[in-house]
């Protein structure tokens, strides 16, 4: 069962909720967790695990073969991005814009645009008794996320069976990245916290996977300040709340230092226990 952890914007608890639930769920079982926000992964802060796989991933950018081309134009008509454009005697390629759909490639009559590797970033493959744990992080410049996003959960797709439980810990918003994130999860848990700002962008999330058709749920993080406008609205729209994570010093204090939480605070250990019976029945239920 692939689970999607996400949330309409940063700051929310993505990556502790996603780290803490992974190391629960270790404790009985395989589990694998993917930090898909690569443009800045920091789950890993959080993991204690030996290295056992590294790749580099690329993506393929068209290069122009001056011989051969016949200045037509069709490479700048077909491309969607701008990232193939004719000026004068010449092609330029503009590898930030390319999306590697082919277009320009493939419909060329003489072949004067080849395709070529270029490097975005790298996959890190780690090992932590029954947790599995992937992060790919992008190159420094590189502007696109979703290729690298679409390769890791590949990797994870080629490398382990679909029977083990499989967390994502998604990027923030509700942009191309999480859409890529989220596309084939089985479920995914919308992070927030009770003011204002969280409930704003909550609705924004919640309109996202409403859209994709994803089943949801929320899990109410820094429980205990702000008010109780989040509680109110689920109820309002029938969306199950999985836990509310009460906002306490300890846990900042834990999180600050690059340590797990679920272990050392009771009160989060229990809801973090209420969200893995949720996903085990969810899980079960998939099974069927």
């Keep these: 069962m692939n689970i999607a952890i996400a949330s309409g914007k940063g700051g929310t608890g993505k990556t502790t909720l996603s780290t803490n639930l992974a190391m629960l769920l270790a404790e009985s079982q395989k589990v694998v967790l993917s930090d898909l926000d690569v443009e800045e992964p920091n789950s890993g802060l959080f993991i204690e695990a030996e290295l056992l796989h590294e790749e580099n991933k690329f993506k393929m950018i068209p290069e122009w073969t001056k011989d051969k081309c016949t200045l037509c134009g069709i490479c700048q008509d077909v491309c969607n991005f701008h990232a193939v ?19 320009c490639s493939e419909l060329c009559p003489t072949e004067a645009l080849p395709m070529i590797p270029k490097k975005m970033g790298v996959l890190k493959h780690f090992n932590s008794g029954n947790l599995s744990f992937i992060e790919s992080r992008l190159d420094i410049g590189e502007e696109q996320a979703v290729p690298l996003i679409a390769q890791t959960i590949q990797y994870v797709n080629e490398n382990f069976s679909d029977n083990i439980i499989r967390i994502y810990d998604a990027p923030p918003g509700t942009s191309c990245p999480v859409i890529e994130a989220t596309k084939d999860a089985d479920f995914v848990m919308l992070v927030t916290e009770p003011t204002p700002f969280g409930l704003h962008d909550l609705k924004l999330a919640m309109e996202t996977m409403r859209e994709l058709k994803k089943d949801f749920g929320v899990v109410v993080n820094r429980y205990g ?13 029938a969306i199950p709340i999985l836990a509310k994570i009460p906002n306490d010093r300890r846990i900042a204090e834990l999180y600050s230092s690059g340590k797990l939480i679920y272990n050392q605070h009771p009160e989060v ?13 969810l899980n079960q239920m998939s099974a069927r």
Excluded: W
Aim: proline share 2%; glycine share 4%; with cysteine.
């Design 269 to 281: 250990r229990k809801q973090l226990d209420s969200i893995k019976n949720c996903i085990l029945e």
């Design 225 to 237: 300040i702000g008010n109780d406008d989040v509680l109110k609205y689920c109820t309002t729209e």
């Design 85 to 103: 454009i004719q000026l004068g005697t010449k092609i330029m390629v503009f590898p930030q814009l390319c999306h590697s759909c082919y277009a």
